[in-house]
């Protein structure tokens, strides 16, 4: 029997943060082409609700009725000139940080 891996990511950074930097790349040629903007790919898709379900998990936020609603508050867009430390793009840092901060405003929109 293989042995599984103890370090299993639900978000593979690396595949993540390329198919973004796709993403967006289409998005702007699309723009530049006056044609619609194409929808997001299933992969990108999944890996964001991923990311926000998970981070909607920690002792921070689980406690809150309304953490569904956390979830779909965390949509931004995603700036591929963002600098990192490694100069690579790091997409899953990004949209956790932002993730973050939406159920941080939403949090203080429930409480009003």
């Known amino acids: 029997m293989a ?3 103890k370090n299993v990511h639900y978000v593979n950074n690396q595949e993540f943060s390329t198919a973004v930097v796709n993403y967006v ?3 702007k040629e ?3 082409a006056g044609k619609p ?3 997001v790919t299933d992969y990108v898709a999944t890996c964001f609700l991923r990311i926000a ?3 909607s998990h920690k002792s921070n936020f689980i406690r809150y009725t309304y953490r ?3 979830v779909m508050d965390a949509v931004e867009n995603y700036d591929i000139n963002a600098s990192t430390r490694t100069g690579k793009p790091n997409a899953f840092a990004y949209f956790t940080q932002i993730i973050w901060y939406a159920f941080l405003r939403r949090i203080t929109k429930e409480k009003k």
Do not use: F, Y
Request: aromatic share 0%; hydrophobic share 35%; no cysteine.
């Open 37 to 39: 903007i194409p929808v």
């Open 53 to 55: 379900e998970n981070l």
């Open 68 to 70: 569904e609603e956390m």
């Open 30 to 32: 699309a723009k530049d």
């Open 3 to 5: 042995k599984r891996s």
């Open 25 to 27: 790349g289409t998005v």
